[in-house]
């Protein structure tokens, strides 16, 4: 069996503001794609195209999206942006973001609750020289909001998702100076209910855009499972993962899922 799974959000997302941040063609999104992805996608666009100084965004429930583009927001010179969304939008925490971004010399209002969204962001030059320290982020997204905008932030966070990050900021850079593009990857975690069926019922699948050397955290879903009794063969298409006789499933299986939450429901 062959399984088409969809490309990593996470690499996707911060895709987009690359290649926002280096004027280049923003990847297309069809209607397939994740909603978070879609939704900074047209967020994005929006700013692009508009010629008024102020622009209103209502990003949902989705908060990928408010926190890169508080960032990102916050150093387009002579823009002003509000970011706002759902209701359950206004009680995820962003003053952690905001704080270090003001740091730095952003311009960012609270246009209702203190430390919640909506965002008021008059864009203006941000001095990325100064060092900014975030320590215990509440999202690991803080740090890569600031990272993505070239801001020199130091962390005491060893999230794979950071990792990620800075690992696509130099990917990025290096295809942008060539003629090369950049292909995502697929999502290692959506891989994780396939890992899960073949556990339970046997059998072979085949997952093609998935690699060992992955910029993705998740991979380690493909160890996780080795206990679990699922062989993953790497091949110049992707994986392909089968039920082996050699790993008999364990009484206990002992792993940290802080790294790789999404992972969790599909091993539990």
Not at 133 to 144: I, R, Y
Not at 219 to 248: M, N, Q, R, W
Request: net charge negative.
């Amino acid at each position: 069996m062959r399984i088409e799974l969809p490309i990593s959000k996470s690499i996707a997302n911060r895709l987009l503001i690359l290649q926002s941040i280096h004027g280049d063609e923003l990847m297309p999104v069809s209607a397939d794609l994740p909603e978070d992805v879609q939704i900074l996608h047209r967020a994005l666009t929006t700013l692009h195209h508009s010629t008024q100084r102020y622009t209103t965004l209502n990003l949902s429930n989705c908060g990928t999206a408010m926190r890169f583009l508080t960032a990102y927001a916050a150093q387009l010179e002579n823009k002003v942006t509000v970011l706002d969304g759902v209701e359950r939008m206004r009680h995820r925490p962003i003053g952690q973001l905001v704080d270090a971004l003001r740091e730095i010399g952003a311009d960012i209002e609270y246009l209702g609750e203190e430390g919640f969204p909506p965002l008021r962001i008059k864009g203006c030059i941000l001095d990325k020289h100064r060092i900014v320290t975030l320590n215990n982020p509440q999202s690991t997204q803080f740090v890569s909001a600031l990272l993505l905008i070239s801001a020199n932030v130091q962390t005491d966070s060893t999230s794979p998702y950071i990792t990620l990050t800075h690992e696509l900021i130099q990917h990025y850079t290096t295809l942008h100076n060539s003629t090369q593009r950049y292909t995502i990857e697929k999502d290692w975690s959506s891989a994780a209910f396939w890992y899960e069926y073949v556990a339970l019922h046997g059998g072979e699948i085949t997952l093609p855009g998935l690699f060992r050397d992955s910029l993705q955290g998740d991979k380690v879903v493909a160890d996780i499972f080795a206990h679990l009794g699922v062989h993953t063969t790497y091949t110049d298409e992707g994986v392909v993962i089968s039920s082996s006789p050699l790993h008999p499933t364990p009484h206990t299986l002992h792993h940290d899922f802080v790294a790789c939450p999404d992972l969790y429901p599909a091993v539990a």
